[in-house]
C-alpha cells in the first residue's frame, strides 16, 4: 500500500500566521491517466471531514482561497495564507491514484 | 443538496457482523461511486471500500473476504456489512461520495461503533 507521511504531526500557529503541511508518498502519485489524485481534508472537532483540495491544487468549491495546494510525483505541500480561528482540527492528505485509496497520520492545527 | 446519513448500531459483540445504512438525498446512488470510510481512536482514517453507480464493488483488500457493501436504489441508500467483527473494529464509521476525480466530496456525521461484550 502507498504510505503518505505527513509533516509536521503537530503546528501551532497564531491567527494571521501563514502555515505549510507536507506530505510525502512512497510511490509517484502521478497517474497513467496524467493526473495525479492527491486529495487534502481538513476535520474540524466534532465534524466530518471536509474536501479542501483536489487533485493537488484545485480548490474545492466554498474554500475559502487562503488554503492552497501544490506539488507533484511524491511531494505535497497544503499552505494556509492567514490562518483564521475556524482553520482549526486535523489536516489528511489522501491518496487515490494505487488501490488502495490511503491517508496520512494528520496534522493537527492548534492556536498558538 | 447532497446529504449522507448513516445508522446502525452503536455496539457489536466480537465475532459479529456489524451492519450500516447510508441514506442519501439530493442525490441519486445511480450516479458516481459512493464510499465507506472508517476513523479509528487516534485519528487514523481507512478507506474501507466503494460501490459505483452501476453496482460494482472495490474493497480494501485489508478488510478480505469481510466486507460486504451493497445498495437498494429505490430507497437511495447504500450498506455496509463487516463480518466476524474485533475489538480492532471500534471506530467511527463515515458513508461519503466519491467524484469522478477520485475525492470524497460529500460526507455523513459518522457514527461511532464500538466492538466490545
Known amino acids: 500500500d502507498v504510505v503518505l507521511t505527513q509533516t509536521p504531526p503537530t503546528l501551532s500557529a497564531t491567527i494571521g500566521q501563514s502555515v505549510s503541511i507536507s506530505c510525502r508518498s512512497s510511490?509517484?502519485?502521478?497517474?497513467?491517466?496524467?493526473?495525479?489524485?492527491l486529495n487534502w481534508l481538513l476535520q474540524r472537532p466534532g465534524q466530518s471531514p471536509q474536501l479542501l483540495i483536489y487533485?493537488?491544487?484545485n480548490l474545492e468549491s466554498g474554500v475559502p482561497n487562503r488554503f492552497s495546494g501544490s506539488g507533484s510525483e511524491t511531494d505535497f505541500t497544503l499552505k494556509i495564507s492567514g490562518v483564521e480561528a475556524e482553520d482549526l482540527g486535523v489536516y489528511y492528505c489522501?491518496?487515490?491514484?494505487?488501490?488502495?485509496?490511503?491517508f496520512g497520520a494528520g496534522t493537527k492545527l492548534e492556536l498558538k | 443538496e447532497v446529504q449522507l446519513q448513516e445508522s446502525g448500531p452503536g455496539l457489536v459483540k466480537p465475532s459479529q457482523s456489524l451492519s450500516l445504512t447510508c441514506s442519501v438525498t439530493g442525490y441519486s446512488i445511480t450516479s458516481n461511486y459512493w464510499g465507506w470510510i472508517r476513523k479509528f481512536p487516534g485519528n487514523k482514517m481507512e478507506w474501507m471500500g466503494y460501490i459505483s453507480y452501476s453496482g460494482s464493488t472495490s474493497y480494501n483488500p485489508s478488510l478480505k473476504s469481510r466486507i460486504s457493501i451493497t445498495r437498494d436504489t429505490s430507497k437511495n441508500q447504500f450498506f455496509l456489512q463487516l463480518n466476524s467483527v474485533t475489538t480492532e473494529d471500534t471506530a467511527t464509521y463515515y458513508c461519503a461520495r466519491l467524484t469522478i476525480t477520485r475525492d470524497f466530496d460529500y460526507w455523513g456525521q459518522g457514527v461511532m461503533v464500538t466492538v466490545s461484550s
Open positions: 510511490q509517484s502519485l502521478l497517474d497513467s491517466d496524467g493526473d495525479t489524485y
Open positions: 487533485s493537488v491544487s
Open positions: 489522501m491518496q487515490a491514484t494505487h488501490a488502495p485509496y490511503t
